[in-house]
């Protein structure tokens, strides 16, 4: 049985203040969860002070990206050490923003994915495609070409310690979700490319998110479906009543 895995994608939001608000809220309010793994991923510059206000829960920390070099002559970067440092478990790579405004590929995602691993943080690998792809019938050849060079030369043990996450583009910050049944869809097809690229026994064991407009009233429904196990939540995981409503509907 895979642990459903829901994570708090904090984007570029909040003051010092507000994200130590958020971040004791969190501690507080999902003292009592047990049956779902949570994680955080404030921005880059408040993880330290996050990660002091979460000590002790069972919330996990997560950076929204970083470099795939441990140190050096890199201005403005962030490297798997730095993130390892401040005690941070996992990583969002390749998100939809990060490809569309920073210039990020699947190379570079394959890259940070690899450093990721190496340094015993968990990647969280985005996928999706835009709705114009999605209106040109390409969404599944768009999805597998991204997983597989987001995932290339990686072996089975390492597949074994990812986590993917599903999210439409159209459905990112849009109000607009996948429907239960369009993201099955999708994860399914997922499921059977990472098993046969790692094998069925690893395939069963990564868990897959499904990200774009997630909120309390849509959460139980998609996670109800067979291969969506979590949710990469931007929006509804900003306010402490949001956030706990989705953590509650997957457990
Ligand atoms: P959203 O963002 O929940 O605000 O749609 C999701 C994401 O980008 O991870």
């Known amino acids: 049985m895979r642990t459903p895995f829901i994570a708090g994608n904090w984007k570029m939001n909040l003051n010092r203040q507000?994200?130590?608000?958020?971040a004791k809220g969190l501690a507080e309010a999902l003292?009592?969860?047990s049956n779902v793994e949570v994680a955080i991923c404030p921005p880059a510059v408040y993880l330290s002070e996050v990660a002091v206000a979460i000590s002790g829960t069972s919330?996990?920390?997560?950076a929204q990206n970083m470099y795939h070099v441990g140190e050096g002559a890199f201005t403005g970067e962030i490297s798997p050490l730095m993130l390892r440092d401040l005690g941070c478990q996992f990583v969002i790579l390749g998100h939809s923003e990060r490809r569309q405004f920073f210039g990020e590929t699947d190379a570079t995602v394959n890259a940070k994915t690899q450093a990721a691993l190496a340094n015993s943080i968990t990647p969280i690998v985005c996928v999706?495609?835009?709705l114009e792809q999605r209106e040109a019938g390409s969404t599944a050849s768009v999805i597998e070409e991204q997983i597989r060079g987001s995932l290339a030369g990686l072996s089975?043990?390492?597949g074994s310690r990812l986590v993917i996450a599903y999210e439409p583009v159209w459905a990112i910050g849009t109000g607009?979700?996948?429907s239960p049944s369009q993201a099955e869809e999708v994860h399914s097809q997922i499921r059977q490319l990472l098993s046969s690229l790692f094998g069925s026994s690893v395939a069963d064991l990564i868990r897959l998110q499904y990200g774009g407009s997630v909120k309390p009233e849509n959460a139980a429904e998609l996670m109800s479906q067979p291969n969506i196990d979590g949710a990469l939540v931007g929006g509804a995981s900003l306010k402490v009543d949001?956030?706990?409503?989705?953590i509650r509907a997957a457990g």
């Open 18 to 22: 507000g994200a130590m608000t958020l």
């Open 242 to 246: 949001s956030f706990e409503g989705i």
């Open 59 to 62: 919330i996990g920390l997560g």
């Open 31 to 33: 003292d009592s969860i």
């Open 156 to 158: 089975a043990d390492q």
């Open 128 to 130: 999706g495609e835009t």
């Open 176 to 178: 607009r979700t996948a």
